[in-house]
């Protein structure tokens, strides 16, 4: 049903399911060809799988066939160039139905989506504690930033160290030792979005700090003609009401079906 299709057919698929694929940045990062995942599609491009390098997946057709659900899954589980564990975004119902009857390892979360179209925010530096301060990240530098946060910047999301160092941008909270304390980075750039991640180190959690480098970030993304992207877990309260509290546009509330079809 599906193939992997090259680099230079990602724009046939853009083009015919642009609406699909623009609601999710990383998704649309990936088939404009500015992070690297993989990609497939049936002959007629009329159905399409992408995924990310971390397995944050889509698929959708326009012309579904009757058994289009059992020949997906198949395919998922099939693929092995795809990570064994995907998070699918938005599914259809009748996938999730036939995931459910099929298979037990998978579970279903609501996530929500929220873009800030302000215009600059003021920053509160002033509560952080004595000689805590704010950094961009290219100021902490790689290095220091992997060792304290863990996340992989240079092939979680993006393709490589100079990748994410020169196209990311991102704000820091460093401690009176100059030590990481929480980050708001954007996991991919595309076509006038940046999707943002942020993660406060435990030690440092319930004291507003997600708020605190979320402000910063929303200035960088401004000062370079970026709208921040905001996607979160519904059930994640404290990121959610943060969303609320910057005033963010709710854009939509979605299904997201965490699935491992290998181990």
Not at 7 to 12: F, K, R, S, T, V
Not at 102 to 120: C, M, P, S, T, V
Not at 145 to 159: I, V
Request: hydrophobic share 40%.
């Amino acid at each position: 049903m599906l193939s992997r299709i090259q680099l230079n057919e990602y724009p046939a698929i853009k083009e015919r399911h642009h609406g699909r694929i623009s609601q999710y940045p990383l998704i649309n990062a990936v088939i404009s060809g500015i992070q690297e995942g993989f990609v497939y599609a049936d002959s007629s491009r009329n159905t399409f799988f992408i995924s990310t390098k971390a397995g944050f997946s889509l698929f959708d057709s326009l012309r579904p066939a009757p058994n289009f659900e059992s020949e997906l899954f198949y395919f998922l589980q099939h693929a092995a160039d795809i990570p064994g564990y995907l998070h699918i975004y938005g599914p259809s119902r009748s996938f999730q139905d036939h995931v459910a009857a099929n298979w037990a390892k998978h579970k279903i979360r609501q996530r929500a989506q929220f873009r800030y179209l302000g215009d600059g925010c003021a920053t509160n530096e002033r509560l952080l504690p004595p000689h805590y301060r704010i950094a961009v990240i290219q100021e902490v530098g790689l290095v220091q930033l992997e060792e304290a946060f863990k996340l992989d910047f240079g092939n979680r999301y993006w393709n490589s160290t100079a990748d994410f160092l020169t196209h990311a941008i991102g704000a820091c909270i460093l401690d009176e030792k100059s030590e990481p304390a929480a980050i708001c980075y954007s996991a991919c750039v595309v076509e006038g979005y940046a999707e943002m991640d942020t993660l406060v180190m435990p030690a440092h959690r319930g004291k507003g700090f997600m708020k605190i480098v979320s402000e910063p970030f929303f200035n960088l993304a401004v000062r370079n003609k970026l709208i921040p992207h905001w996607d979160t877990f519904v059930s994640n309260t404290a990121s959610y009401r943060a969303a609320q509290r910057f005033q963010l546009q709710l854009v939509q509330e979605y299904d997201l079906l965490s699935l491992l079809v290998r181990t």
